[in-house]
């Protein structure tokens, strides 16, 4: 087949006396490419072949019936979506072909991976009559940066590891309970930061999702400092004709106001905080402009980026996804 699945275990058959189905995985994507928009599913097509299209996990696919052979479902690539076992299992067997779609959808989530811990959200609720989003909030992990140390937190073991795709939903929601114990063992007064931290970190996030964007123009990669240079980033590209990479760093100081520094460095945390003089105050719109002014000086001066992708070393969930697709 060479599509890099492997149907060993298709068993959309009863009792074995089904007829193997002939589409081919490919023709399905092939078809479906044409109508469905990947801005309302939870895949890129890119990967239609590797990740399930109703739950976005990456997992070993089936062809699935959307109109089942019982109730005449014709063997051809319109009465095809690629699934994992558990939703293949859990999917809806009516002669209804919009169905189907519209039940793919409704577990549609902003990133990958989320479908199950939109369910384990649901069941956490049930059990604790409190949303989960509420229990987080109430605690001041409403940002990027509090919520990426927050599912990093040390927590007691359960039976698969997070983000594994067999957990079921109980355990990934007694996982969530057991985060929110070690967070609160962790950060004793409650919160994970003041309110006007917060404040400042939301603005120091939103800063660093123009500039990625900034750099996806100029295929320039961006570093964020971590530990040994919270809030400051990187921005920069290797130039061949200079044989040299070239890039700006800025940093946030603790008044919400921002300094850069001139660097070879791909990786602000390597960058001495002395090092960054030059003041470029608290605007985003004045600090984005001039950080653009400056790579259309690199480019003026030293010719042509090498052509690669960008990376995205930073906190944001959105840009380290697309990081994934970078070789
Ligand atoms: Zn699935």
Redesign the pocket.
Known sequence: MGYGLNFENERNGFMGNRKPIKTKVKDIIDYWIQYIDECDSNFDWSEADKV?W??G?E?KLYRCHIIPDSLGGKDEPSNFVL??S??HEEAPNVEDRQFMWDWIKSLHAPFYNTSFRIRALEEYEKIYHKRFEEELADRNIITDHALYKFWNLKVGRTSYHFGHPYGNISTITGNYKMHLDAFDKKYPNGKYLDDLDILLEKSFESLTDSICRLSTKYTYSVWEGATRNPYSLCISAFYPDARRHYGISIRMLRDGTYKMCFTRETNPNNIPRKNYTIEIGSKPDEILDRIEKEIQNFNAQYGKVYERKPFYFVVSPYWRRKNEGVE
Request: glycine share 0%; charged share 20%; with cysteine.
């Open positions: 399930c109703r739950c996990y997992r699934l994992c558990q939703c």
